[in-house]
């Protein structure tokens, strides 16, 4: 529940801060909005092997800039613990080396078997709202639920990353695969 109430209050932050640039929208978040809301506070559920806690909390993103752009506003100032959030846009699977989290957004279907090869085995969160990512090692999947916006995980390449998600997180998910048993659930 607790993520649920954080969860709200992450989006009305981002309508906030969004709204400040658009004065005339008068309709809710977006579905962009409310997926970077959500990159956002996965951070605050993931736990990273020692060896790749970096300076910063890196969010990359390969597809368009609308994601890059609004995650920029989102976690301006923002931080976990001691370290700040950065937010890079990549397009090849070679520069993927040191994301947190790398979200695919659905432009990028053509290159998305590289992407995710290049990320396989390695620390970081995979995201995406393409149909089928987690078909295709993926790990968690945006989708949406009439008009809102949920997301589906897979344990099997969370455990084979050497990440840990949170009991909470996968509490508040529409579906969950894999066995939390088998290394990917605090």
């Known amino acids: ?33 409310v997926e970077a809301v959500y ?3 996965f951070a605050k559920f993931v736990r990273w092997p020692a060896e790749a806690e970096h300076e ?54 053509e290159h998305l078997d590289e992407l995710l090869t290049a990320s396989a085995g390695k620390p970081a969160l995979t995201v995406s709202d393409i149909p089928g990512f987690l078909d295709r090692g993926g790990m968690i999947q945006f989708v949406l639920t009439g008009n809102r916006v949920r997301f589906s995980v897979d344990l099997r390449p969370v455990a084979r990353s050497g990440i840990s998600l949170s009991s909470e997180l996968l509490k508040v998910a529409a579906n969950v695969n894999g066995n939390p048993a088998g290394g990917g659930a605090l």
Request: contains cysteine.
């Open 1 to 33: 529940m607790r993520l649920w109430i954080h969860l709200a209050a992450s989006i009305l932050l981002a309508v906030a801060v969004l709204g400040r640039e658009a004065p005339a929208q008068t309709a809710g978040p977006s579905q962009y909005d």
């Open 39 to 41: 990159l956002f506070d």
């Open 56 to 109: 910063t909390i890196a969010i990359c993103v390969a597809g368009q800039n609308t994601y890059v752009d609004t995650l920029k506003k989102i976690v301006a100032g923002e931080r976990i613990g001691t370290r700040p959030f950065e937010v890079r846009a990549i397009q090849k699977g070679e520069e993927e080396a040191g994301c947190n989290i790398l979200f695919l957004d659905s432009s990028v279907k």
